[in-house]
């Protein structure tokens, strides 16, 4: 009995712990500029050496997220990956990884997971 109150009170000390290691990157990407090195300026950076982005300047960095936005919308490609991930970057199409975590996300907070 003793050990579940215990279990039950750290996990309410758990919870805003873990959502402020969480707000830390969420807050960095409110600013409007993109990650020096991400994923998406690697996408950028092929598409450009591969000569599909027409007068688009990538050398400024870091690229702002509206100027990306931009690139994106711009971007004309017959490959289907290439598509896919412009799609993916645009949020037209979710990302590979949003079934799964949609499906694990009501398993992971029941009630009998949160209630004490």
Known sequence: MR???YLCRMRYL???VLLLTLAAPARAQTDGVLEI????EQFLLRQ???G???NAVLSNRPLSASEARTILQSLQT??????RLRDQFLG???HPSA????SIWPAAFTKSSIMC
């Not at 017959?78 to 598509?83: G, L, R, V």
């Not at 079934?99 to 949609?102: P, R």
């Open 48 to 50: 450009q050496t591969a």
């Open 99 to 102: 079934e799964w975590a949609q």
């Open 3 to 5: 050990t579940e109150s």
């Open 14 to 16: 758990l919870i805003p």
């Open 37 to 40: 090195g991400g994923e998406l």
């Open 92 to 94: 037209i199409a979710p």
């Open 78 to 83: 017959d490959d289907p990956i290439d598509q």
């Open 52 to 54: 599909r982005l027409n």
